[in-house]
Structure formats: C-alpha cells, structure tokens
C-alpha cells in the first residue's frame, strides 16, 4: 500500500506538466490540446471524430450533434473502433474524463483535441 501511494506522489509532477502541457494555447496539431468550442466544431465539420466519454446514460440524456459515446473507462479497449487517420475531439461533463481519455488515445497514437465540457460546445 505505501509502495503505491509513493508512486502516486512520485508521479504526480510528471501528471501535472502533462495537464500543463495538454492546456497550452496553440498546441501542436500532432498532438491536439485543448480546444475552445469553435475550433472543436470547425475540426468536426472538418472530419475529426467527436467522442462524447461520458457514461451511456449521460450519453441518452443529450450529447452534441454526430458525437460517438464510448465512457472513459472503456477507451483504450475500444480505441480500434476510432479512425487514426482522423483526429478525435473528446468531451464530457466537466472535463476530467475526456482529459483522460485524450491522454489515453494520445498514447495509442491518435491526434486528440480535448474540448472539456460539453458546455462549451457551440449551440
């Protein structure tokens, strides 16, 4: 147990730059970042894939128009189900789950654009 909890705080500021990281303006497009509604919905409409994380319910109770659902804590073993050649722009409620989704697909390879909340998508 005291193993695991020093990793976890020996870990945590290499978490904290990549959240530093995934949050700078004008992030490489290689590697997506995070993104305001605008330019999530131009990345749509230009092709990218939008990935709602959020659970199914949340998911039937409304999303943004086109969204995929796939919940966070299912995203690496449906990642196959996601085109790589197309970027993915991931939200959900308030934004920790689709920052860690984004993280996740980034590690398999994918350009992700983690727009955070749903809130902020453009009605």
Known sequence: MRV?????????????ACEAADMTPGASAQTGGRVDGTRAKQLVAEGATLLDVRSPSEFAEGHAPGAKNIPVDEVAARAGELDKSKPVVTYCAVGARSRVA??????????????????????
């Open 4 to 16: 695991l909890f020093l990793c976890g705080l020996l870990s945590m500021p290499a978490l904290l």
């Open 102 to 123: 984004a993280a996740s697909l980034r590690a398999s390879g994918f350009t992700v654009h983690d727009l955070g909340s749903l809130s902020a998508w453009p009605r």
